[in-house]
């Protein structure tokens, strides 16, 4: 049976995500040179029997960048782009010959561009998951997974139901100069749930 968090609970687990929401923030902001806001942060504690809507992005291409936690704790993170707004960002860290490169040197350096981009995020969370609650998780290597929009929500829901119950939280980053609005969809195991509980008795 999933246990709901009180309201100093919750408090507990709030400040921490968004601890680390700000990390991520920060290293969004090394890579791209750009302001960042973090805003529409999303949290509860659910056991997902339905489909909920994970991302609402509409474009003709997804890009997930998916990260698997390991360690004492279990979770999934994923980091959603438009294709849109991966163009954007190839263009704003790369040079022209490799942005628009169609060779198999420049299509490997933008993948790893945006694998370091999701690896430097999600390791700012893991980081706070992993001081906060003292306990020993990594981020494995990043995947890069390309889907139409309509497949999105059906693809993270079938990993929710791995982990469930499970806690959900997600944001949005978004950048000005050059409009980015990255979708950050988090999914944690139960045991995140007795973590953070024993947190607040402190």
Known sequence: MIEKFTEQEMAVAVEMINRGLDRAAVSLKMILNSAIEVTDIDFEIAVLNNEPQYSSKKDDKIHILRTELAGELKGICHLIFTSDEVEKIYSKCLPDSVAKGDNS??????????????????????????????????????????????????????????????????????????????????????????????????
């Open 105 to 202: 040197d420049s299509q490997i350096m933008r993948l790893e561009l945006l694998k370091e981009i999701d690896n430097i995020m999600a390791a700012s969370v893991i980081t706070e998951f992993a001081n906060s609650l003292e306990v020993g998780i990594y981020g494995n290597v990043p995947s890069l997974h390309v889907m139409e929009a309509s497949e999105v929500n059906k693809y993270i829901h079938a990993e929710s139901v791995t982990l469930s119950p499970l806690i959900q939280f997600s944001s949005v980053f978004h950048t000005d100069d050059i409009d980015i609005k990255s979708d950050f969809i988090w999914l944690l195991e139960e045991e995140f749930i007795m973590k953070i509980k024993n947190l607040a008795l402190k």
